[in-house]
């Protein structure tokens, strides 16, 4: 299959190939996303060397494995080196014994995270093997990758030893669009409708193995159900998986998305403190960054709030769905998908999803209402009044003095506006322009899946938004 989407990325590789001076790059990004796939197909396996961590296994093996792929490329009649020093400096060897004329050579290192172990010392001789030799041969393109995405952003990208401010490049690999993720399914020859598109991404977010694993000539419904709630499903035990994957120390992190789990709105940080029972300040902190560096979850502003009051909301599509229909409720009966469409339970999920996909799709937001170019800022906002008030979702702070207030509806038909709900409209309109105190024109936006059945009943609504939108190309 050929590469989808990942125009920049692309754009970036093909930059460092044809810089001529020498790279060392570093491709993450969370478990599935597509990070190997990306550098396999982009090089065509064409690599001066290749090796792939092995999953939880110690140095023993790691190096066993690193000098047989060492020999493969051709260096002959090697021993198995005691360390990563030697490992890398037979890899030198390899590299110098190259006389092809070729003007890159490339060294693609995968899961590095699982090449280190304690006492290793695979990060110092990784050092030493760029500032001793790497960084002087402008034929080499070192790319290091790992789905351990806090292992490498804390000991790469964020390293304050020998590889401090080493790195040339960075690629960070998130999940697809909705385009992007139409143009795999089709490529897969999986024929969804955009309803089925849109809740195929509220569910599995845009990573393309899980997308990868849908059936041609099933439904969506029946996809599902085979793929989570069948108990040899081959995404039954992911959410294990993916956490331990992503974060050494996996249950702490896993304390705090199930808290965001039960607050939809989000938690600020004392909240979140108070319900995990944390008593270490700096351990939050660090949890709470690993976490959004993974797209796990998100901070924002509420309107008119300080910093120190920002909301922290989970955003990973696949875990809202666990929590939601998974978590604790092991047993499902056969079709249980199928049979779940329409009722109450899916109307609540599916309504709170399309919130978040349409905040994962700002940009083509954006580009339908015509503010690519202005400065916004993004926020939520809830009413302090405890009976009365009223919360909007989304809300678009711009630079040329217009606030868009976007309401938000994930509808099976075009939505209805009535005169009760444009009466509820304008009471939280004006409950926001009154405690906020704003003074800039407000504009109301109502982003649905299929449009406004009556978009002239009222004044009101200055610009409509439909699911069509999120399909463009930011």
């Known amino acids: 299959m050929n590469i989808i989407g990942r125009k920049r990325e692309q754009e970036q590789l093909t930059q460092i190939v044809n810089s001529g001076r020498p790279e060392f790059a570093v491709i993450y990004g969370r478990r599935r996303v597509g990070k190997t796939f990306l550098v396999n197909t982009y090089f065509k396996d064409k690599f001066g060397f290749k090796y792939t961590g092995v999953a939880k296994k110690g140095i023993k093996v790691q190096l066993e494995r690193f000098a047989t792929e060492l020999c493969r490329y051709g260096l002959s009649d090697l021993p198995t080196p005691k360390t990563w020093f030697e490992a890398f400096d037979c890899l030198r060897e390899l590299l110098e014994k190259d006389k092809s004329g070729k003007s890159r050579q490339v060294v693609f290192i995968d899961e590095l995270p699982f090449m280190d172990s304690q006492r290793s010392n695979l990060v110092p001789a990784l050092e030493n093997f760029w500032n001793s030799w790497g960084c002087m041969q402008s034929r080499l393109l070192l790319i290091v990758c790992g789905s351990a995405t806090t292992w490498i952003t804390h000991k790469i990208i964020k390293n ?58 099933l439904s969506l419904a029946q996809n599902i159900d085979n793929l989570f709630f069948n108990p040899d499903g081959r995404l039954a035990d992911e959410f294990e998986n993916l956490y331990a994957s992503l974060f050494e ?77 998974i978590h604790r409720q092991p047993h499902k009966p056969s079709g249980y998908w199928v049979h779940l469409q329409g009722t109450p339970k899916h109307n609540t999920w599916s309504g709170y999803a399309f919130e978040q996909l349409c905040l994962a799709h700002y940009s083509q937001i954006a580009k339908a209402l015509g503010i690519s170019g202005i400065l916004t800022e993004l926020y939520s906002w809830s009413s302090n009044q405890k009976d009365g008030g009223a919360q909007i979702d ?65 004044s009101l609504v200055q610009r409509e938004i439909n699911a069509d939108a999120l399909f463009e190309d930011a």
């Open 394 to 458: 989304l809300i678009i702070k711009r630079a040329d003095r217009v606030v868009n207030v976007c309401e938000i509806k994930y509808w099976r038909e075009p939505f209805r506006l009535t005169q009760k709900y444009i009466e509820e409209l304008e009471h939280k309109i004006e409950t926001f322009r009154r405690e906020s105190r704003v003074t800039q024109a407000i504009h109301l936006v109502m982003i649905t899946t299929r449009g406004l059945a009556n978009p002239s009943f009222s």
């Open 249 to 325: 120390g996996s249950d702490k992190y896993i304390r705090i998305v199930e808290a965001l789990s039960k607050k939809a709105k989000g938690m600020t940080r004392e909240e979140i403190q108070k319900a995990i029972g944390a008593t270490s300040n700096g351990t939050l902190t660090k949890c709470l960054g690993d976490l959004v560096n993974c797209d796990l979850i998100r901070s924002y502003p509420g309107y008119g709030k300080t910093e120190r009051k920002a909301i922290f909301q989970l955003v990973d599509f696949y875990t809202l769905f666990y929590y939601r229909f």
């Open 160 to 217: 304050h030893g020998g590889l401090h401010n080493r790195l040339t490049a960075r690629i960070k690999l998130h999940p697809f669009t909705l385009s992007e993720t139409r143009q795999h399914l089709r490529a897969l020859k999986v024929n969804f409708s955009q309803r089925d598109i849109l809740e195929c991404y509220m569910v599995m977010g845009g990573i393309p193995y899980y997308q990868s694993l849908l059936q041609p000539g």
